[in-house]
């Protein structure tokens, strides 16, 4: 299981510290949301400031593009410290080459989905990427409801992952919290991005480590409870 904090909801204030916050959190991963104005009615942050945090954390760098240009972009979040990109399938025919593009600069591949997009398209994919990001919200702004219609998408991509050849993580992205992550990982997610549920939280470990507990228990096995038949009776000397 994968936590990953979306520093869309951190304090822009003071990022810096925020960075520091994540490291002590234990969470596994730095969600990075970049909004273009174009393909979502919302800006956030560029490479610039995506370089400028590298030097202080050695965590891993989970850059999701919602922009409907990448092609530009890809050197340039490679270079400033990306170690996964994503882009969206809904792109159409440049998918193909935007993935492979971001497999040529050394990273790791990511391939989102919004809700209303069928999860078809993405099929044809499965075998060149690392992580499908299962969009749990309309991009574009964090605080947001999580859409319940998207759970049978997890459920559809982790039976693929289960009969295909292909390993690939599943990420849900949007109004993540203790109760949907649980249903997320019922359904088969394994990575979590939260904003509001994590960054947006005054305490950043505590609340990674309540979103890693229900997850935990969400997918725990059933706990066996001993028949009658074998309860061991007490002894004597213990009545
Ligand atoms: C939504 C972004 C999300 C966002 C999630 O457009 O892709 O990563 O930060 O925020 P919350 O967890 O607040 O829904
Ligand atoms: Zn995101």
């Known amino acids: 299981m994968i936590i990953a904090p979306s520093l869309l ?12 916050r994540h490291k002590v959190s234990g969470a ?20 610039g400031i ?29 270079d400033a410290g990306a170690d996964q990109i994503t882009v969206h399938v809904e792109l159409g025919d ?16 990511g391939l989102a989905i919004n809700p209303p997009t069928q999860l078809a ?14 969009m749990t919200v309309n991009p574009g702004f964090g605080g947001q409801e999580f859409i319940e219609e998207c759970l049978p998408k997890i459920q559809q991509a982790h039976a693929w992952r289960l009969t295909g050849a292909h390993a690939f993580h599943i990420e849900v992205d949007g109004g993540i919290n203790e109760h949907t992550a649980a249903d997320c990982a019922r359904a ?7 904003g509001t549920a994590l960054f947006g939280r005054p305490n950043l470990k ?12 969400a997918v725990a096995p059933a706990p066996v409870r001993p028949s009658r038949a074998h309860k061991p009776g007490k002894l004597p000397s213990q009545r």
């Open 9 to 20: 909801a951190a304090n822009y204030g003071r990022l810096a510290r925020e960075v520091t």
């Open 28 to 47: 596994e991963w730095l969600h990075l949301d970049i909004m273009d104005g174009h393909f979502v009615p919302n800006l956030s942050f560029g490479p």
């Open 50 to 78: 995506v370089k400028a945090l590298r030097p202080l954390t050695r965590t891993f760098f989970d850059v999701h593009l919602m922009c409907s240009k990448p092609e530009v972009l890809l050197p340039l979040f490679a």
């Open 94 to 109: 440049r998918v193909s080459h935007l993935l492979w593009k971001i497999r040529s600069l050394g990273l790791k591949v």
């Open 121 to 134: 398209t993405v099929r044809p994919f499965l075998s060149r990427i690392d992580t499908l990001l299962i």
């Open 188 to 194: 088969g997610a394994d990575v979590f991005v939260a």
């Open 206 to 217: 505590a609340a990674v480590a309540k979103l890693r507990r229900a997850v935990h228990q």
